[in-house]
């Protein structure tokens, strides 16, 4: 992404709060104004008040001076006011996007970071594009604006020293210009370094059983200084260029200093100028030359700025779901149902441009029709139910959904029909009520029949009512864990239930329950599920049987059992894993 596009995509995000700024910018320059008098009033305090025994001119001049300065100070209170109210909203503003962003964009973008890593990488892109209204901006703004007071003062007092500030400029550029390049490289390395070392950390959490299972702790605490190692060096370079940076200014600027006095004790020794005048000019040198240090500076700062709006905004430009279709499912409707509820019609898909993971499928489950799902792993069963909950999208071919493409509909809506039991079961740091009530608002009543449902009452009844799980259930195992996302779906009495190996970490008297289900409350829903259970398929309608991706043959459990060798070497190597 070019810079340039990032400076304009970084403009349009304070477009909002154009009113805000502009009443920041009248006290910037109402405040560089009232400066600009400070050097006069001290001028002719010196000139002629101190060298001509005038009390009456100090004490005039003196009170105008303090009175300058409260006035400058009350404007810069105001000023801060309005800053940091922006600073506070531009921050939320920018939180808020990429939030929203990361809950409509699409799943593969998941496939390819961790939470750690996600989390590192917002907050400090946001931390750092956020810095544009820190206090230090605002500062080089106001300066500007004195910079142009200044310069004419400078003329006003002496034009032959003003040429000479106005030599050190372009020796302050060509070094500013070096530090801001160097920066710009290290900070880049180090929002790479930080990135690195969030997702491997992340990884490293996840896996800590089987680091210590595998002894592979000393390798990964190499794995740890090495990373580590990156992102100190690399802050280590920058705290070292900042105070070479800031050494480089303050020798320049005593060296300017230093000129100054020497040429301007020569005019007065020649009484070409007053001594009044020597120290005027002093101070609106350093309205001309601190203007000009903080403008080339504003590029150092923006050195961290720029590297994270690029990936801020690259964060924000990837794909998101298409949600903005506004066709109703006819089950909202209460319209007469289709024949068929789910249809595949010669869909294809592919994570990449390889090998196509599904091959121009074609089925149809009818309404109310209990679907099992089957095949080896890698088949394309997860990928099935991914695409028929929209989180990914055909390459060829469409998904009818009582007859009309999937994604026709708006996609809250046509999610709200469908009840997600899923393999990788995530629950929500609260209690076991709130997350069976997500989503829905419905009485604890309700709640607890289908506690009963789901065999869950006496976990119930041994916890208090605000018992907390933990993080994704963390204190519940992983039997409770599937009960709890089982209550969830049937919670929502939605048309179609897709669940996805639901019964891998039950019992035999929760698989017996599930079975139950499927013939009292489920029995009028569609369900889609994924199982080797021979117990569970042998309640199903139909069961599809995927080989590399294609339904190669769609029957009954029983045929399949008395037909099929591979089948039946699943269900039953599932049965036997069971048993042990």
Not at 76 to 86: P, S
Not at 485 to 510: G, Y
Request: proline share 3%; aromatic share 10%.
């Amino acid at each position: 992404m070019k810079e340039s596009i990032v400076y304009k995509r970084l403009a349009a995000t304070f477009r909002p709060y154009l009113k805000t700024v502009t009443i920041i910018l009248i006290c910037l320059i109402l405040s560089a104004g009232l400066n600009i008098l400070l050097p006069l009033t001290s001028k002719i305090i010196v000139d002629q008040g101190l060298l001509k025994g005038n009390m009456q001119a100090v004490i005039l001049y003196t009170s105008a001076a303090f009175l300058i300065v409260c006035l400058d100070k009350l404007l810069n209170v105001c000023k801060e006011t309005f800053r940091a109210g922006l600073s506070a909203q531009v921050t939320f503003s920018l939180f808020e996007k990429a939030y929203l962003h990361l809950t409509r964009v699409r799943m593969s973008y998941f496939n390819r970071t961790n939470e750690a890593e996600l989390l590192n990488q917002i907050g400090t892109d946001v931390g750092n594009v956020s810095r544009i209204t820190d206090s230090g901006v605002f500062f080089v703004i106001m300066q500007a604006f004195s910079m142009i007071g200044g310069l004419c003062g400078l003329l006003l007092i002496n034009w032959k020293m003003t040429v000479i500030v106005l030599c050190f400029l372009p020796i302050k550029y060509v070094v500013v210009k070096y530090f801001v390049k160097r920066r710009k490289k290290l900070v880049g390395d180090l929002i790479e370094g930080s990135s690195d070392f969030a997702q491997w950390f992340g990884e490293s959490v996840g896996g800590m059983k089987e680091q210590r299972m595998f002894g592979l702790i000393p390798h990964k605490h190499q794995q740890f200084s090495s990373k580590q190692r990156r992102i100190v060096e690399s802050e280590r370079k920058l705290s070292l260029l900042d105070a070479w940076n800031i050494a480089s200014e303050s020798i320049l600027i005593q060296l300017l200093m230093m000129f100054l006095y020497v040429v301007g004790a020569n005019l007065i020794f020649r009484l070409q100028l007053t001594v009044g005048g020597i120290f005027a000019f002093v101070s609106y040198s350093a309205y001309v030359t601190t203007p000009v240090f903080a403008i080339l500076n504003i590029g150092y700062m923006l050195a961290e700025v720029v590297p994270s709006a690029i990936r801020y905004y690259q964060f924000l430009d990837w794909a998101e779901e298409e949600t903005s279709n506004s066709v109703t499912p006819a089950s909202i409707l209460t319209e007469p149902p289709f024949e068929d509820h789910i249809a595949f019609h010669n869909v294809s898909f592919s994570y990449t441009n390889d090998e196509p993971v599904l091959p121009h499928v074609s089925f149809r489950i009818a309404r109310g029709e209990k679907v099992a799902i089957i095949g080896a792993n890698g088949a394309g069963k997860s990928t099935l139910l991914d695409l028929i909950m929209r989180f990914s999208q055909p390459d060829q071919g469409i998904i009818t959904y009582d007859g009309i493409d999937i994604q026709s509909y708006e996609i809250d809506e046509y999610r709200s029909q469908i009840a997600l039991v899923s393999q990788q079961v995530y629950l929500f740091d609260t209690t076991i009520f709130g997350n069976i009530r997500i989503g829905t608002e419905v009485t604890n009543d309700a709640i607890e029949a289908i506690i009963a449902e789901v065999g869950l009452e006496e976990l119930v009844q041994n916890s208090a009512d605000d018992f907390p799980i933990g993080s994704n259930g963390s204190r519940l195992s992983g039997g409770q864990r599937q009960k709890i996302a089982m209550a969830r779906a049937l919670i929502r009495e939605a048309p179609l239930f897709i669940l996805d190996e639901v019964t891998s970490n039950l019992d035999t008297a929760a698989r017996l329950n599930v079975q139950q289900l499927l013939k009292t409350r489920l029995r009028d829903k569609t369900v889609i599920i994924v199982t080797h259970r021979s117990e569970i398929l042998a309640h199903v309608d139909r069961v599809i049987l995927l080989e590399n991706g294609e339904p190669a043959q769609i029957g009954s459990h029983s045929h399949f059992m008395t037909c099929h060798a591979e089948y039946r070497g699943w269900v039953l190597g599932e049965e036997e894993v069971s048993i042990k």
